[in-house]
Nanobody, 123 residues
Framework: QVQLVESGGGLVQAGGSLRLSCAAS????????MGWFRQAPGKEREFVAA????????YYADSVKGRFTISRDNAKNTVYLQMNSLKPEDTAVYYC????????????????WGQGAQVTVSS
């Protein structure tokens, strides 16, 4: 069992930056691939970024490529999402998720989810 807690959300102006953190419980954090997803009001939850167990491989949705960076610190049981050049369309609840298999873009591949952190980007 893994418990995930996101933090770092908030309100920011367009063009600004935020960094989300996701702290995981347990001693087996490094055995999970991690991902970030987001859900805007009235829309499906969508993939944002993912990172492999060791952090050597990362994957991004086209909509955030070049602006967002996913990273992890296995010693701190934490995964991060650095978000730069934010746009109003990035407004959503952001969720981190843990996968026992592989870092992918499908929600079905993730076993544990955090409660979400609100990110609001004003124009």
């Amino acid at each position: 069992q893994v418990q995930l807690v996101e933090s770092g959300g908030g309100l920011v102006q367009a063009g600004g930056s935020l960094r989300l953190s996701c702290a995981a419980s347990g001693r087996t954090f490094s055995s999970y691939a991690m991902g970030w997803f987001r859900q805007a009001p009235g829309k499906e939850r969508e993939f944002v970024a993912a990172i492999s167990r060791g952090g050597g491989s990362t994957y991004y949705a086209d909509s955030v490529k070049g602006r967002f960076t996913i990273s992890r610190d296995n010693a701190k049981n934490t995964v991060y999402l650095q978000m730069n050049s934010l746009k109003p369309e990035d407004t959503a609840v952001y969720y981190c998720a843990a996968s026992r298999l592989t870092a992918g873009s499908s929600r079905a591949g993730y076993d544990y989810w955090g409660q979400g952190a609100q990110v609001t980007v004003s124009s």
